[in-house]
């Protein structure tokens, strides 16, 4: 092991911001992080041993107790559900004689749940040590079991197992005119840096990433810093230091577009960072992939190599002296990480905890420095803009939403996969053309967006009207609501980093109180009481993940008070749980286990 941990070390020159790529590499090969290798990473990176323990047990996808030569992770995202996620992890369970949650005896294969991995266009999904698996159904789990009991390696399995598709089936401004590798550098240079982020600002380009924050703004923001000298000429640039990172964390469960991207127009997405990195003055730039993306991975650092090699990355890129170079980070399972300055965080090799705002990263960011944030989308847009001009874009859309934006769609449709509309588009249309019917309602922005019903149809998408990163859930009338709330529900509750109070305990806390609902415990004031808890945690959580965990009850109570009310049992008052049993998992992510911890107490803390 300690040559091994020593290699791993060297190669990743001894810098502790490599951390959670040490640790992968340690977890993909011993199938856990040992104790001895702990000690050994936090000599050679002299960082503390308490700082990696907390790291490892921050993200899902690393373990202090060993697991299964074969790990096996079934997504639990609602659109799995939907597919009959359920009857089939109960299937691979008894098929492989291993439960949920657990390793099996002879250390082979081991089973749990996981988030959504992404693939939500061609569920039920799942990982296997780490790479997606997709379409599963009985044949495939009685194949996947012969193969496990066989203890082939996974290079062995059949390709069809890992096939994963781009479905994409409206393509629009973007996702239909490609453009060449190198014509926006190509562009901006012979126009000017300064023109060009003249032209995208003209373009009306805003993040795509759900925010909807200028594009140009932020990139002018991060130039004008604390350095001085705005479009600066490339000679003065390179002794400054900013940074460029491409968010491609999408956690947000029906989101999948940004696979698609990096999949088949990951050019254009380095190139968009690129030409970035040339106007604000960055030499570095780092692909934040999520974890559940590692099929992807070889794949992209294969298209970097192939930038360097024409000259688009690396030094003097288009012999204009200008020196950018990308690194990929793959994260480990950590749906905060989406947010801006978690990811920074975890770049920098520590938890996915999201900073205090202000300041922004535009000003002090990656290790300090300026530093641009933008998802893979935005980065795509750019690179185009640079290309085709600012009015190409800005004469699509609305007055307030420029330009198109990349859906993806899934649930009750019969042609799940990508859509590009322009903004503006009626949610009518794009109905019409997934395929949906007899529709129950939409959930737009996943989870943490808004719950549309069929009498909103004439909605648009747009900034100033449905705002959303990509996620666009079908449901039909077959589905029950409260089944679709509560999934959302226990996700927010699982995936809260635990950092302040209103989320940590409000998420555990909201999480009960619907099941006791549901269950039909409830009584006439807990609805009552399930809104301020609502409203409690949107109001006083620290980032928009707590700010937004409430939104699929708040935006389906709205819409649908009456299925709540006839949840509630017609008998006097009965208590709805545990308070103790209910806080155990909170108390744990605190790092506090005092088992008599009262109400009053909670109450006073939040």
Known sequence: MKQFIQDLAETNRYQATHLLHILREVQSHYH????????????????????????????????????????????DSIT???????????YLSEKLNVAVGKVRRDGVVSLDNT????????????????????????????QITDLINQQKPLDQWPNELFQVEDNIIEPGLLLSQPINQGSALES?????????????????LRGRGGAGYNTAWKWHLCYEGPEEDSFCDVATQKQQQRYVICNADEGEPGTFKDRVLLNSYAHEVFEGMTLCAAIIGAQQGFL?????????????????????????????????????????????????CGEES??????????GIPRNRPPYPVTQG?????????NVETFMAAASIAVNGGDWFANVGTEKSKGTKILSICGDCSRPGIYEYPFGTSIRSVLNDCGASDVLGIQIGGPSGTFISNHEFDRKLAFEDLATGGSFIVFNNSRNILDIVNNFTHFFAHESCGFCTPCRVGTSLLKKQLDKIIDGHGSAGDVVALEELCQLIKNHSHCGLGQTAANPVLTTLQRYPELYQSHLKKISYEPGFDLDRALETARKLAKRNDAGAHLAQVEEEI
């Open 115 to 142: 988030s959504c991995t992404g693939m939500c266009d061609q569920g039920p999904a799942g990982l296997v040590n780490g790479y997606a698996l997709t379409r599963l159904d009985r044949p495939k789990i009685d």
């Open 288 to 336: 934040y992939l999520r974890g559940e993306y590692l099929h992807l991975y070889d794949k992209l650092q294969s298209v970097l190599a192939e930038r360097r090699q024409a000259g688009l990355l690396g030094n003097n890129i288009l012999k204009e002296g200008f020196n950018f170079d990308i690194e990929i980070c793959l994260g480990a399972g950590a749906y905060i």
């Open 366 to 374: 990656y290790l300090g420095r300026p530093t641009v944030v933008n």
């Open 342 to 351: 978690a990811l920074i965080e975890s770049l920098e090799g520590k938890m």
């Open 32 to 75: 856990y992080i040992p104790e001895a290798a702990i000690e050994q990473i936090a000599e050679l990176l002299n960082i503390s041993r308490t700082q990696i323990i907390g790291v490892v047990e921050f993200y899902s996808f690393f373990h202090l107790t060993p697991r299964g030569q074969y790990d096996l992770l079934i997504s």
């Open 188 to 204: 901006a240079f012979k126009r000017g840096l300064k023109e060009t982020l003249t032209e995208i600002d003209k373009s009306g």
């Open 80 to 90: 799995d559900h939907m597919l009959g996620k359920q009857s089939l992890i109960d």
